[in-house]
């Protein structure tokens, strides 16, 4: 992974991918993969309504990097130039815990293609050898299958059922959370050199 400092928010190049700040013409791609059911389900967020929307959250998530309280970056399509998806860190924090929690998701016709694999490595080393994170965490719905799949290749662990968590419309839902610590990242880039 290369990483080029732009602003406060990197650029971060893989082989097949470009992670980078989303602009407001990410806004119609965006909106087509926010506002479909089947990828939102398990984002604790009602699917977007319309672009507009969709623009706004963009302008929101760019300033609330500007104050670091979260990163959020458009992955895009070496080869085309589009934009499949986003991912992040939602929150993190760095005196007293060091640790940051994640969030992604991909347009439904990128499934199943390795791309939200080769995004998360880029993400994470940069989380770990640049923002010196110690703990990486993720937040899953149990049902998520292909995202529990895709955390456990990466090297993250289960860590245990957290009752009643997160408020989902008019419910409480459980959550499953997984982490990485550095060392175990460590382990698997030493492992995989
Ligand atoms: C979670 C999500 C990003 C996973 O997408 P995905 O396509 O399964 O994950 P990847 O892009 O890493 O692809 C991995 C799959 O591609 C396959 N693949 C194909 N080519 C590959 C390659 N070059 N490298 C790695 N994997 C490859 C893998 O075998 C794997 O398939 P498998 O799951 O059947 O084993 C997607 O389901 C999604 O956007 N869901 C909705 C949003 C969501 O739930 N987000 C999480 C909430 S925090």
Known sequence: MEYRCEGYIP??????LKLRRLERADAEPLFE???DPDVVQYMNVPPFADVG??????NWLNLLAETEDTI???????DSGRLIGSCGYNSWQL???Y???????LGKSYWGQGYMHEALLAMFEFGFNVMGLNRIEALLYPVNKSSVRLLQKLGFQREGLLRDYQRAGDRF???DMYSMLRREWEQRSGANA
């Not at 650029?11 to 097949?16: A, D, M």
């Not at 959020?72 to 070496?78: D, H, Q, T, V």
Request: zero cysteines; a negative charge; charged letters at 30%.
């Open 11 to 16: 650029v971060l190049s893989t082989p097949r």
């Open 33 to 35: 993969y926010w506002s």
């Open 53 to 58: 929307e969709t623009a706004e959250m963009i």
């Open 72 to 78: 959020r970056w458009g992955i895009e399509l070496k």
């Open 95 to 97: 005196e007293g815990a």
């Open 99 to 105: 640790r940051a929690e994640i969030g992604y998701e």
């Open 173 to 175: 839902v459980d959550l």
